[in-house]
């Protein structure tokens, strides 16, 4: 099977169309002979004449027409092979492990992974949920990509992006008397059903009744904490989110906290972490994601 270089294939096509091996060699910034020595080295390879010389001038043999008439293929195959090549290089694939708290897995980013699916076919993302702390320990031992926890975070060299916030509110079973303020002293004195103790939202409940309360129940699950004041065993402080849906809400009555509670959810990364086109989809994804009334922080 002939071999023979692009570059040679180029250069007998300049040669023909210079008409000569001494323009050609000009346009290319090589030697005349460097062009020559090409040449012949082509035609060893085709082992035949290409190009036949009349007076000063030269011109392609019966064998170089033909030839000729395939380098313009040739060269089509070729880009048509690197265009393809471009488009798997600019394809989005590869794997990210994203971890987060379970609320913000059910309630934010069912809608975000699946146009991701969507959107890359190709890109696998993982989810792993947590507390904050377990979710920032896993980030910086690199067994996570990209944390989405609540804010504050200690770790590090980490790379922390506020990204948005999240209101709290008061769930009780509809069939339960109203509250008439849902503040901090009201709800001390009420059975209450919170998030399991030592995680960042359970310390943001606690800092905002102010006082030590002794719950009724301690739970790691937001649809656990739901389930049981739809039952009409308490109240909760819950992340808006997980009652915005008609669905997510029913049987609940949905109160205001006074004053409001708001917690912080941030994106959490190492810092020498390579950011891959994979790691830019999701982290896209994830700062479109999310928007509650308080709205989105400013990068």
């Given at each position: 099977?002939a071999?023979f270089s692009?570059?040679?294939l180029?250069?007998y096509k300049l040669v023909?169309a210079r008409g000569?091996?001494t323009?050609?060699a000009?346009?290319?910034?090589i030697?005349?002979?460097a062009?020559?020595?090409?040449i012949?080295?082509l035609?060893?390879v085709l082992q035949?004449?290409l190009?036949?010389?009349?007076?000063?001038?030269l011109?392609?043999?019966a064998?170089?027409k033909?030839f000729l008439a395939?380098?313009?293929?040739?060269?089509?195959a070729v880009s048509?092979a690197?265009?393809s090549v471009?488009?798997?290089?600019?394809?989005?694939?590869?794997?990210?492990t994203l971890g987060?708290?379970?609320?913000t897995?059910?309630?934010?980013?069912p809608?975000?992974?699946?146009?991701?699916?969507e959107?890359?076919p190709l890109?696998?993302v993982?989810?792993?949920?947590?507390?904050?702390t377990d979710?920032?320990?896993?980030v910086?031992?690199?067994?996570?990509d990209i944390?989405?926890v609540?804010?504050?975070?200690?770790?590090?060299?980490?790379?922390i992006?506020?990204?948005?916030h999240?209101?709290f509110?008061?769930?009780?079973a509809?069939?339960?008397?109203?509250?008439?303020?849902?503040?901090?002293?009201v709800l001390?004195a009420l059975?209450?059903i919170v998030?399991?103790s030592?995680?960042?939202?359970?310390?943001l409940i606690?800092?905002w009744?102010?006082?030590?309360?002794?719950?009724?129940?301690?739970?790691?699950?937001?649809e656990?904490i739901?389930?049981?004041?739809?039952?009409?065993?308490?109240y909760?402080?819950?992340?808006?989110v997980?009652?915005q849906a008609d669905?997510?809400?029913?049987g609940?009555?949905v109160?205001?906290?006074q004053?409001p509670?708001?917690r912080t959810l941030?994106?959490?990364m190492?810092?020498?972490?390579v950011?891959?086109?994979?790691?830019?989809a999701?982290?896209?994804s994830?700062?479109?994601a999310g928007?509650?009334?308080?709205?989105?922080?400013?990068?």
């Amino acid at each position: 099977m002939a071999q023979f270089s692009l570059d040679q294939l180029a250069t007998y096509k300049l040669v023909i169309a210079r008409g000569s091996f001494t323009a050609a060699a000009e346009v290319l910034g090589i030697s005349q002979p460097a062009v020559s020595l090409q040449i012949r080295q082509l035609e060893q390879v085709l082992q035949t004449r290409l190009i036949e010389r009349t007076g000063r001038s030269l011109r392609p043999t019966a064998a170089g027409k033909t030839f000729l008439a395939h380098c313009a293929e040739i060269e089509n195959a070729v880009s048509a092979a690197v265009q393809s090549v471009a488009q798997h290089q600019q394809e989005i694939s590869g794997s990210v492990t994203l971890g987060t708290g379970a609320t913000t897995c059910i309630h934010l980013l069912p809608p975000v992974l699946q146009q991701l699916r969507e959107d890359f076919p190709l890109l696998t993302v993982g989810v792993r949920t947590g507390n904050t702390t377990d979710i920032v320990r896993a980030v910086e031992e690199n067994r996570i990509d990209i944390g989405l926890v609540t804010l504050p975070v200690n770790g590090r060299n980490l790379d922390i992006s506020p990204l948005f916030h999240e209101d709290f509110v008061t769930i009780s079973a509809s069939r339960s008397p109203a509250l008439p303020d849902a503040t901090p002293a009201v709800l001390q004195a009420l059975p209450l059903i919170v998030f399991e103790s030592g995680s960042s939202t359970r310390q943001l409940i606690d800092g905002w009744l102010t006082a030590a309360v002794t719950p009724v129940m301690e739970l790691g699950s937001i649809e656990a904490i739901k389930r049981m004041v739809r039952a009409g065993l308490g109240y909760s402080l819950v992340p808006e989110v997980a009652v915005q849906a008609d669905e997510d809400k029913r049987g609940l009555r949905v109160q205001a906290l006074q004053p409001p509670l708001q917690r912080t959810l941030a994106l959490v990364m190492r810092q020498d972490k390579v950011v891959n086109r994979g790691m830019k989809a999701v982290l896209n994804s994830l700062k479109q994601a999310g928007k509650t009334p308080a709205g989105e922080i400013d990068a």
